[in-house]
């Protein structure tokens, strides 16, 4: 309750400062910005909700930007997978990216949406999205050792270990270079600050990684004391998470046991994601193994796979949907294209519809009469044609009417050749009109599996022999 009433207020004095004075569009940024983001939940969403709000109403969408993606970081660290892309699905919905909108935000936009898909696994996805974004990205320490980070986290997953440890060199020389930046307009917040100082711990870990321990020794020493000297979760359990596998790779199982139980106390009240909850368990079974302590060891491995289990669910769910939106995207492309085409060769048809009016014009006016009938049936017979590709195209219920209209007799060849339903009629139309597998999947909002399953059921239906190319089997069928 008391919660609730906190996050009434904080509304209600934000709307009453907005409205008492002019708040520029930084201020609110800032405001943003300085939202812890390791300890963030429900009531911190709900604050950047009103500060978006404000954002719309005063036309500041960078703003609205900001916010959008702090709430689905949040999301992110809270293991939300779902929601996380939602807000930022939000931000293309609403078309607030354009070439006039600052490019810190563009920058945020592009790197968190790689981290979602690098969640999903999806790491072709992820590398493509920081590609587009790294060639805007010059002499900028900030923005340098973001994207050198996120590059060496992709190909530590890869196991690609000497270019991940390159990437994370770089990131932890140019954050240093960011920290020296004083007396710059540089935005020095506190989250900004805090976060640029987790390269360090990183590169330890890529140095130990490699069995480099003195050179990963050094780092974590210098992480361990950064974190003493500064009073923020997120650092404190990047630094801990690092020096736990450290001490537990050089067997000090005492001082291993000491970082883990502290990422496992953040882990629980602060993050869910699973890349944080899956670190600490997967270390502390490691560690009980080792000290021989069987029943520790099965306890946590079941927890593990608990873990494992929800969130394989739940990212299955978030795949399929953007497997579904792929698909819908590409048909529509598809579409486009042969639409396109045939408009070309509609054109065409006319153009020598045209020449040959004039061409023939000549030769009396009874040739012509009896030419142009000719030419008028040859446009309407395209006219049709075009029709029945584009309600094929749109899944339209009209499709299978208006083809009998442009291949009579082809449902009776089939219906006399076998019992098929009129959904069977249907998907023979799309093979006699030689779209492909991915086509009449994309078109019919179906799996490429399904429609080879449909392909299948047909020949054995039909009797149609397997060293015959269907496509070739209905286009002699009403010869």
Same mark, same amino acid.
Request: charged share 30%; glycine share 4%; hydrophobic share 35%.
């Given at each position: 309750?008391? +919660?609730k009433?906190?996050s009434?207020?904080?509304?209600f004095?934000?709307?009453?400062?907005?409205?008492a004075?002019?708040? $520029?569009?930084? +201020?609110?940024k800032s @405001?943003?910005?300085d939202i812890?983001f390791s300890t963030a939940g429900?009531r911190?969403?709900?604050?950047?909700d009103?500060?978006?709000?404000?954002?719309?109403? !005063?036309?500041?969408?960078?703003?609205e930007v900001?916010?959008y993606l702090k709430? &689905?970081n949040?999301?992110n660290?809270?293991?939300?997978?779902?929601?996380?892309f939602?807000?930022t699905?939000?931000?293309? !919905?609403k078309n607030?990216?354009?070439?006039?909108t600052?490019?810190?935000?563009v920058f945020?936009f592009?790197?968190?949406?790689?981290?979602?898909?690098q969640?999903?696994?999806e790491?072709? /996805?992820a590398l493509?999205?920081?590609?587009e974004?790294?060639?805007?990205?010059k002499?900028?320490?900030?923005?340098e050792y973001l994207?050198d980070?996120?590059?060496?986290? @992709?190909?530590?997953?890869m196991?690609e270990?000497n270019k991940?440890?390159?990437?994370?060199?770089?990131?932890?020389?140019?954050?240093?270079e960011y920290?020296k930046?004083r007396?710059?307009n540089t935005?020095?917040?506190?989250?900004?600050?805090s976060n640029s100082? =987790?390269? *360090?711990?990183?590169?330890a870990?890529?140095?130990?990684?490699?069995?480099?321990?003195?050179?990963?020794k050094?780092?974590?020493?210098?992480s361990l =004391?950064?974190?003493?000297g500064?009073?923020?979760?997120?650092?404190q359990? #990047?630094a801990? #998470?690092? &020096?736990?596998e450290?001490?537990?790779?050089?067997?000090?199982? !005492?001082k291993?046991q000491q970082?883990?139980w502290?990422?496992?106390?953040?882990?629980?009240h602060?993050?869910k994601?699973?890349?944080?909850q899956?670190?600490v368990i997967t270390?502390? #079974?490691?560690?009980?193994?080792k000290?021989g302590?069987?029943?520790?060891?099965?306890?946590?491995s079941?927890?593990?796979l608990?873990i494992?289990?929800?969130?394989?669910a739940?990212n299955?769910?978030q !795949?399929?949907?953007?497997?579904?939106?792929?698909?819908?995207?590409?048909?529509?492309?598809?579409?486009?294209? =042969?639409?396109l085409i045939?408009?070309?060769?509609?054109?065409?048809?006319?153009?020598?519809?045209?020449?040959?009016?004039?061409?023939?014009?000549? %030769?009396?006016?009874?040739?012509?009469?009896?030419?142009?009938p000719v030419?008028?049936?040859t446009?309407?017979? *395209?006219?049709?044609?075009d029709?029945?590709?584009v309600?094929?195209?749109?899944?339209n219920p009209?499709?299978? $009417?208006?083809?009998n209209?442009?291949?009579?007799g082809?449902?009776?060849?089939?219906v006399? /050749?076998a019992?098929? =339903?009129s959904?069977?009629?249907?998907f023979?139309a799309?093979?006699y009109?030689?779209f492909?597998?991915?086509?009449?999947?994309?078109y019919t909002? *179906?799996s490429?599996?399904?429609?080879? $399953?449909?392909?299948y059921?047909?020949r054995?239906?039909?009797?149609?022999?397997?060293d *015959?190319?269907?496509?070739i089997?209905f286009r002699?069928?009403? %010869?």
């Amino acid at each position: 309750m008391a +919660k609730k009433i906190l996050s009434c207020l904080f509304s209600f004095s934000l709307i009453f400062f907005s409205y008492a004075q002019k708040v $520029t569009e930084e +201020k609110l940024k800032s @405001i943003i910005f300085d939202i812890g983001f390791s300890t963030a939940g429900d009531r911190e969403i709900k604050k950047i909700d009103s500060i978006i709000s404000i954002c719309h109403q !005063k036309n500041y969408s960078d703003c609205e930007v900001f916010g959008y993606l702090k709430i &689905a970081n949040i999301y992110n660290k809270n293991n939300y997978i779902k929601k996380a892309f939602q807000y930022t699905d939000l931000i293309e !919905k609403k078309n607030l990216i354009t070439p006039d909108t600052d490019f810190e935000a563009v920058f945020y936009f592009y790197t968190i949406r790689s981290v979602l898909h690098q969640k999903l696994g999806e790491r072709v /996805a992820a590398l493509k999205l920081l590609d587009e974004i790294a060639v805007r990205v010059k002499e900028n320490p900030y923005y340098e050792y973001l994207l050198d980070w996120q590059y060496a986290g @992709i190909y530590a997953e890869m196991n690609e270990n000497n270019k991940a440890l390159e990437a994370y060199k770089r990131a932890y020389l140019k954050a240093k270079e960011y920290r020296k930046q004083r007396g710059q307009n540089t935005d020095k917040s506190k989250n900004k600050i805090s976060n640029s100082y =987790k390269t *360090t711990a990183y590169l330890a870990g890529a140095y130990q990684k490699l069995g480099k321990m003195d050179s990963a020794k050094i780092y974590i020493e210098e992480s361990l =004391k950064d974190a003493r000297g500064m009073d923020e979760i997120g650092f404190q359990y #990047i630094a801990s #998470i690092y &020096a736990a596998e450290y001490y537990l790779k050089a067997e000090d199982f !005492k001082k291993a046991q000491q970082h883990l139980w502290i990422c496992k106390n953040i882990a629980i009240h602060h993050y869910k994601s699973e890349n944080y909850q899956e670190g600490v368990i997967t270390d502390l #079974i490691s560690l009980y193994e080792k000290m021989g302590e069987k029943d520790s060891a099965d306890y946590y491995s079941r927890e593990l796979l608990a873990i494992q289990s929800h969130n394989d669910a739940q990212n299955k769910i978030q !795949k399929d949907r953007l497997d579904i939106k792929r698909l819908a995207e590409d048909g529509s492309k598809a579409m486009e294209i =042969k639409t396109l085409i045939y408009l070309c060769i509609g054109l065409i048809v006319v153009l020598v519809g045209i020449f040959m009016y004039f061409f023939y014009g000549k %030769k009396g006016k009874e040739k012509e009469e009896g030419a142009y009938p000719v030419e008028i049936s040859t446009v309407q017979d *395209t006219d049709l044609f075009d029709q029945v590709i584009v309600l094929a195209k749109e899944n339209n219920p009209e499709f299978l $009417t208006r083809f009998n209209d442009y291949c009579p007799g082809f449902s009776e060849k089939l219906v006399e /050749a076998a019992q098929l =339903k009129s959904s069977e009629i249907r998907f023979c139309a799309y093979l006699y009109l030689n779209f492909s597998t991915k086509d009449i999947a994309a078109y019919t909002y *179906t799996s490429i599996r399904t429609v080879q $399953t449909k392909k299948y059921r047909l020949r054995k239906k039909l009797s149609i022999p397997n060293d *015959t190319e269907i496509y070739i089997w209905f286009r002699d069928l009403l %010869k």
